[in-house]
């Protein structure tokens, strides 16, 4: 593979541009380069819970199917953010959401059903994995956004959609097995 940055800044997005792969110049604040960003956040916030898990393996064997789940999730948020920088390029396939799909429903056995409301905490990797849903919805909404102006193809809309659900499970699965109880939402008291 050859070089794919020879110049790490270029001055052509000073004046508040960017450029598509397909050659386009739209604004930084246009819904593809939003959605873009949202999806590197969250990319960028995965490869933080990854780390945080890595650290406790040691601890907590248990932690490794996580990683083992989650650390592709990385490179398939990558090829979604290539489709939206390159329009005609597709990357993303049902078989992914699928793979998603089957450790949501395993993962989801062992936790069993949610009786309450529960909040991001109880330990570092748990609240780190609700930051990872949170903003896995949050590029889901750009994404939408963004399909409502040129559409995107589907599998990338179910894919977003069925990681924030695997990282709602996987926060759980982590606090249960690192033995961490779930924070309960407790409703405020009624006058």
Same mark, same amino acid.
């Given at each position: 593979?050859?070089?794919?940055?020879?110049?790490?800044?270029?001055?052509?997005?000073?004046?508040?541009?960017?450029?598509?792969?397909?050659?386009?110049?739209?604004?930084?604040?246009?819904?593809?380069?939003?959605?873009?960003?949202?999806?590197?956040?969250?990319?960028?916030?995965?490869?933080?819970?990854?780390?945080?898990?890595?650290?406790?393996?040691?601890a907590w064997p248990g932690l490794s199917?996580?990683?083992? /789940?989650?650390?592709?999730?990385?490179? *398939? =948020?990558? @090829? %979604?953010?290539?489709?939206? +920088?390159?329009?005609?390029?597709?990357?993303?396939?049902?078989?992914?959401?699928?793979?998603?799909?089957?450790?949501?429903?395993?993962?989801?056995?062992?936790?069993?059903?949610?009786?309450?409301?529960?909040?991001?905490?109880?330990?570092?990797?748990?609240?780190?994995?609700?930051?990872?849903?949170?903003?896995?919805?949050?590029?889901?909404?750009?994404?939408?956004?963004?399909?409502?102006?040129?559409?995107?193809?589907? /599998?990338?809309?179910?894919?977003?959609? *069925? =990681?924030? @659900? %695997?990282?709602?499970?996987? +926060?759980?699965l982590i606090a249960r097995r690192t033995?961490?109880?779930e924070v309960l939402w407790q409703a405020?008291?009624?006058?």
């Amino acid at each position: 593979m050859g070089y794919r940055l020879s110049k790490i800044y270029t001055k052509t997005g000073d004046k508040g541009e960017t450029g598509l792969a397909d050659g386009r110049r739209v604004g930084k604040d246009h819904p593809r380069v939003e959605a873009m960003g949202e999806l590197d956040t969250l990319n960028s916030q995965i490869g933080l819970l990854l780390a945080e898990l890595a650290e406790q393996q040691a601890a907590w064997p248990g932690l490794s199917e996580i990683i083992e /789940v989650l650390a592709p999730c990385q490179h *398939r =948020l990558f @090829d %979604l953010g290539g489709e939206l +920088a390159m329009p005609d390029y597709q990357a993303l396939q049902e078989a992914e959401v699928e793979r998603l799909e089957a450790a949501i429903d395993l993962w989801n056995e062992e936790v069993g059903p949610l009786r309450n409301f529960i909040l991001p905490g109880g330990s570092r990797a748990v609240a780190q994995a609700h930051v990872c849903r949170s903003l896995a919805r949050g590029a889901e909404r750009r994404c939408q956004h963004l399909n409502a102006v040129e559409p995107l193809r589907p /599998v990338g809309m179910a894919y977003v959609n *069925r =990681l924030s @659900d %695997l990282l709602f499970v996987a +926060a759980r699965l982590i606090a249960r097995r690192t033995q961490v109880d779930e924070v309960l939402w407790q409703a405020a008291q009624k006058p």
